[in-house]
């Protein structure tokens, strides 16, 4: 897929914007019945979990049902087609994350458009990657790490949890940057790199923050920075990339979409309770246990983001030359 072009995003963008008023006597009535979040992704992960906690707070605030149906396969794209396919009633959610922006460039031939077809309702937050390397790596800060790579060029192996992965999109955009390049190594899965990094089979990776911390923490694994766009509070003696290569924020977010043509008074609703949910302490607590650091956004802030990370995907997929294989 091309970028999103300027036509496109601003009759996109100007939809979303009503999302914050009208039809309020119809949101009276919503919900009257179950509510579906479909989460893309098969059961037990991140995305599940998520999905999970945030159905039951939307349940309990608004009185009904919210049911995570679990449709995984395709890179997500199953999932999402079959959220985006359903009516526009507010009664079928996406949980939405960085693979939808992605995949509009990955899958050039997906039988829906995610922005075009696509209602946002807000965002959960966003899960930052940490820079790893084995503890005998010779660089020890992220300036050394750079230039052991441009004199070395190709040979440095990162591991990558998948190809196409957030992971991976995240060493591109690094490399692209600091003008590196390496020797990526894909791996089915996130704890199959760590384990292997830890081994000294590889000798750097792009790993969650989530599953790498307590390995950084214990010593096995040394961190040089991290992709978000300031430090962790977790890892606060971990610099961000940003602070040497500028500009540079690489995160994974999470966020609840629906169907075009949503009634904007549901989504108005919806986003009003997400939005208290991510000002709640034990819903806070638990979205940090994963990693997550809670953003509220409005349905339009949420819709400029997708546009704007969409887009920032786009450019990297195509100037890294990352294919599906």
């Avoid at 072009?5 to 919503?30: I, K, M, P, T």
């Avoid at 449709?71 to 960085?98: C, H, K, M, V």
């Avoid at 040979?155 to 591109?172: K, W, Y």
Wanted: net charge neutral; with cysteine; glycine share 10%.
């Amino acid at each position: 897929m091309t970028q999103f072009s300027r036509r496109e995003a601003l009759a996109f963008l100007s939809f979303v914007a009503c999302a914050a008023g009208g039809g309020a006597a119809q949101a009276q009535d919503y919900p009257s019945k179950p509510v579906k979040l479909i989460s893309p992704y098969a059961p037990g992960g991140a995305t599940d979990i998520i999905a999970r906690l945030i159905g039951q707070w939307l349940g309990d605030k608004l009185k009904a049902p919210f049911i995570t149906e679990n449709r995984g396969g395709g890179g997500a794209n199953i999932g999402t087609e079959a959220a985006l396919r359903s009516q526009a009633d507010g009664y079928t959610l996406l949980l939405a994350s960085t693979a939808n922006a992605a995949n509009a460039t990955l899958y050039p031939k997906l039988r829906f458009n995610f922005l075009a077809d696509s209602t946002p309702v807000g965002s959960i937050g966003v899960v930052p990657n940490v820079l790893v390397v084995h503890p005998d790596f010779p660089a020890k800060t992220l300036p050394e790490f750079i230039e052991v790579a441009r004199n070395k060029t190709g040979a440095i192996t990162m591991g990558l949890p998948g190809n196409g992965s957030p992971q991976h999109l995240a060493a591109a955009l690094f490399g692209l940057m600091s003008k590196t390049e390496f020797l990526f190594v894909q791996y089915q899965g996130g704890g199959p790199v760590l384990k292997d990094l830890i081994g000294g089979h590889i000798q750097a990776a792009f790993a969650s923050s989530v599953s790498s911390t307590a390995n950084i923490k214990s010593g096995t694994l040394r961190a040089l920075a991290v992709t978000s766009s300031a430090r962790l509070s977790t890892l606060p003696e971990v610099p961000a990339i940003g602070e040497y290569v500028r500009g540079y924020e690489a995160t994974n977010f999470y966020g609840l979409s629906a169907p075009k043509g949503t009634p904007p008074s549901i989504v108005a609703q919806l986003n009003q309770e997400l939005n208290a949910a991510l000002k709640d302490d034990a819903v806070i607590a638990r979205l940090e246990t994963l990693g997550i650091g809670p953003v509220a956004m409005s349905p339009s802030a949420f819709g400029e983001f997708l546009v704007s990370e969409t887009n920032k995907w786009s450019d990297v997929i195509k100037s890294a030359d990352i294919r599906m294989e």
